[in-house]
């Protein structure tokens, strides 16, 4: 049997890139119907004349969906080495991501920074988000090429074996913890960083979470 050079071989893509292409591929593709229930709601709104709470429920659901879908595309998705993000795009994610909850995030003011490192920042905001189940504020920081985070509540929910891993990578206690969906972050994280050449440091206090990469 003969392959064409021309087709990509799956098999010769790191289990990281062909986890990014997945999450692209259901991103991508749960975008359209999302919208074509935005477009409907606002058909139902102009032949009624009036939004009504039903309606506004499911229109603040559907805002929040594609606000998460927008976020999950970069955190999950394949990330280009060439591609860039600026920071008013970023910064529209960020503000639909937090509209209306308790979380609040604040992101550094650099012009645009390359799409990996969006990647690996938006995967420690969702580490921080976990922390964070009674809300609170996660604040990046950027400088000299170094990245930083501090999430901060009066009270927190830290599970430890997973920060362990997050600041430990494969190795150490926090590799055996078993990672269930709601935590895959914990366990991307550490391999984009690798990937990156970078190595997350975790700091955990009582009233905050402190990591630097």
Not at 111 to 133: G, M, Q
Not at 167 to 190: N, Y
């Amino acid at each position: 049997m003969t392959v064409d050079p021309a087709v990509p071989v799956v098999s010769a893509m790191s289990p990281e890139d062909l986890a990014g292409l997945v999450g692209s591929r259901i991103c991508h593709d749960l975008v359209s119907p999302l919208g074509a229930i935005a477009n409907g709601l606002e058909l139902l709104a102009l032949a009624n004349g009036a939004v009504g709470p039903e309606l506004a429920l499911i229109e603040e659901s559907v805002a929040s969906a594609k606000a998460r879908i927008r976020f999950f595309r970069i955190a999950f998705g394949l990330a280009g080495a060439e591609a860039r993000l600026g920071r008013a795009e970023i910064a529209t994610i960020l503000d639909d991501l937090t509209r209306g909850g308790r979380l609040t995030l604040e992101w550094p003011a650099v012009d645009e920074v390359p799409r990996p490192e969006a990647k690996l920042a938006f995967l420690i905001v969702l580490c921080c988000e976990s922390a964070l189940a009674f809300g609170g504020r996660v604040v990046l920081g950027y400088e000299g090429g170094a990245w930083s985070a501090r999430a901060s509540h009066d009270k927190l929910r830290v599970e430890a074996p997973l920060w362990a891993r997050l600041g430990g990578g494969a190795g150490g206690d926090g590799a055996k913890h078993q990672i269930t969906p709601a935590q895959a972050q914990f366990a991307l994280a550490p391999a984009e960083a690798a990937a990156q050449g970078r190595r997350i440091s975790v700091q955990t206090k009582d009233k905050e979470i402190l990591l630097s990469w």
